[in-house]
């Protein structure tokens, strides 16, 4: 490599002010350290994202730096904890000194605003595969799980659905719309919702966050919960892009099954809803049963964990 992996990290890496106040020992030794505070515990996430598999070949190096952050911070956003430190795992071609800075840019653009610290990682040469692990906290016992939805919650979600699919379709030449940036905006720079997901963690039942899509995820809920879910189609949040996208295509499943939004989906108690200090559309409600149904137009349509109708093509 042109430059030493050691300069490569102390260039592009290595933050010159750490911000956060768990960070004892940052990048440079053979391990980070991090003090974890009396009555916490830690939320620990992981993802990665190989080229051509989870992103475009020749995508902005900056819209990636942003994107890998915002996944993992949007995993410990549905968990109700406060992001605080993150390990990245680097797999390059070749040592490319722009995509680098570029890279670097978009994962401390977004760090920063939550005053988390990269703390440690490893490089090595390979086909482009970046992975990122994200370590938050948690007051002991106190989290937003899955498993914990009840008959009779209203389920909700933060932001509008659909709008990150949208913006897959426009960037693969697919479909041409008159709202193309904002969908764009929405694929390739998804915002955790850090916030919500705080508030949510003392108020919810249940929640996760829409990775795979609606229903996809809501299934989760319904399957680790022991519940079933019914959504009132008329009721999804939409932007005028996806409504647009959906006027002009007859694709009205876009929302119920398009994945990356990072959007949050919740379950909690009716009463509940009056101290939710944050944006946020209900959608439907949890029942007994199991599964995900979609009422559209009052009439019921039974759907598959895709969230496809039953005995569709
Ligand atoms: P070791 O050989 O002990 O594993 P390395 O030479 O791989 O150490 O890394 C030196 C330091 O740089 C360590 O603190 C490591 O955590 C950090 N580091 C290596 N790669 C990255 C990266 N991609 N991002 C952030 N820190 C990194
Ligand atoms: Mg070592």
Redesign the pocket.
């Known amino acids: 490599m042109a430059l030493s ?2 300069n490569l ?1 102390d260039r592009y ?1 290595k933050q010159a002010q750490l911000t956060n106040a768990q960070t004892r020992l940052g ?6 350290i991090y003090a974890v505070p009396e009555g916490f515990e830690l939320a620990l996430t992981m993802d990665t994202m190989v080229e051509g598999v989870h992103f475009l070949p020749g995508c902005a190096a900056e819209a990636l730096g942003h994107k890998l952050l915002a996944v993992n911070l949007s995993d410990l956003a549905s968990m109700g904890a406060e992001p605080s430190a993150v ?4 797999t390059l071609p070749a040592v490319d000194e722009a995509w680098l800075a570029d890279f670097a840019q978009g994962l401390f653009g977004l760090a920063q605003r939550y005053q988390v610290d ?1 703390i ?4 090595t040469r390979g086909p482009l595969t970046l992975t990122l692990q994200a370590i938050g906290l948690l007051p002991c016992g106190r989290n937003l799980r899955r498993s914990a939805a009840q008959v009779g919650d209203v389920i909700c979600v933060t932001g509008t659905l659909g709008d990150a699919g949208l913006g897959l379709k426009i960037a693969q030449g697919d479909f041409a719309s008159p709202y193309a940036e904002t969908a764009l905006a929405q694929f390739y720079r998804p915002e955790p919702q850090i916030a919500a997901g705080l508030v949510l963690r003392d108020l919810a039942h249940a929640g996760i966050d829409i990775s795979d899509g609606l229903v996809a995820d809501l299934w989760h809920i319904t399957e680790n919960s022991a519940v079933a879910a019914e959504i009132n189609y008329e009721a999804l949040p939409l932007s005028r892009a996806v409504k647009h996208y959906i006027a002009t295509t007859g694709d009205w499943s876009l929302p119920l099954v398009a994945g990356d939004d990072y959007q949050l989906c919740f379950t909690l108690s009716p009463e509940k809803l009056v101290d939710l200090d944050f944006a946020y559309t209900a959608i439907g409600k949890i029942t007994s049963g199991t599964g995900v149904a979609v009422y559209k137009h009052g009439v019921i349509q039974q759907l598959n964990r895709r969230g496809y109708e039953h005995f569709s093509a």
């Not at 990048?27 to 980070?32: F, L, P, Y």
């Not at 390990?87 to 680097?90: F, G, P, R, V």
């Open positions: 992996e050691f990290i890496f990048i440079g030794d053979d391990c980070a390990l990245l795992a680097l990269l440690g990682g490893d490089t």
